[in-house]
T-cell receptor, first 111, second 113 residues
Framework: QQPVQSPQAVILREGEDAVINCSSS?????VHWYRQKHGEAPVFLMI?????EQKGHDKISASFNEKKQQSSLYLTASQLSYSGTYFC????????????FGTGTQLKVEL | NAGVMQNPRHLVRRRGQEARLRCSPM?????VYWYRQLPEEGLKFMVY????????ESGMPKERFSAEFPKEGPSILRIQQVVRGDSAAYFC???????????FGDGTRLSIL
């Protein structure tokens, strides 16, 4: 079962904020976030390894609630370059794990 | 560019032919993963390899698909007797170890006529 993301799609004006939520029916041991632009490879954004961990770089940050099996991605002061499809990705325990991509959230930032 | 290199970028095959997709991992990475992406969908795991070994092939179709990662050279995803349903983007990713983030190549777009 793949993680479920919400919303499915969102349109922002440049400078606005957005939150993308990710929920899993299975235990989450770690959460990865990727962004994919149309026709391109997914680009790694960040990984959260511990319950309660929050990470961020630039104006994109994320939180991970292991007990609730949820993660959220926060985008502040959005820029045009933030447009793309965001995937929350779960990885299993142990080493060398296959990634299970979430349902995806299409984000479009307009002027 | 020391990133993950995939070739070809685009591949066209007729039904019944064979398709070979190549992936050279990032320098220093010994773990390779293959994913398939259908239009408007997320990536689906196919197989995970470490040099000369298949670690997890739980996402590979039982027939016609095979993968290898030889001691020397790139990883190869091979699809025999292709059918229209094999049309998709195939992405390769690599990591330095199992717990490190995976970095993706630009993918091979496979079209079946």
């Amino acid at each position: 079962q793949q993680p479920v993301q919400s919303p499915q799609a969102v349109i922002l004006r440049e400078g606005e904020d957005a939150v993308i939520n990710c929920s899993s029916s299975k235990a989450l041991y770690s959460v990865h976030w990727y962004r994919q632009k149309h026709g391109e490879a997914p680009v790694f954004l960040m990984i959260l390894l511990k319950g309660g961990e929050q990470k961020g770089h630039d104006k994109i940050s994320a939180s991970f609630n292991e007990k609730k099996q949820q993660s959220s991605l926060y985008l502040t002061a959005s820029q045009l370059s933030y447009s793309g499809t965001y995937f929350c990705v779960s990885a299993g325990t142990g080493g060398g794990n296959k990634l299970t991509f979430g349902t995806g959230t299409q984000l479009k930032v307009e002027l | 560019n020391a990133g993950v290199m995939q070739n070809p970028r685009h591949l066209v095959r007729r039904r019944g032919q064979e398709a070979r997709l190549r992936c050279s991992p990032m320098k220093g990475h010994s773990h390779v993963y293959w994913y398939r992406q259908l239009p408007e969908e997320g990536l689906k795991f196919m197989v995970y390899l470490q040099k000369e070994n298949i670690i997890d092939e739980s996402g590979m179709p039982k027939e016609r698909f095979s993968a290898e990662f030889p001691k020397e050279g790139p990883s190869i995803l091979r699809i025999q007797q292709v059918v229209r349903g094999d049309s998709a983007a195939y992405f390769c990713a690599s990591s330095g170890s199992g717990n490190q983030p995976q970095h993706f190549g630009d993918g091979t777009r496979l079209s079946i006529l």
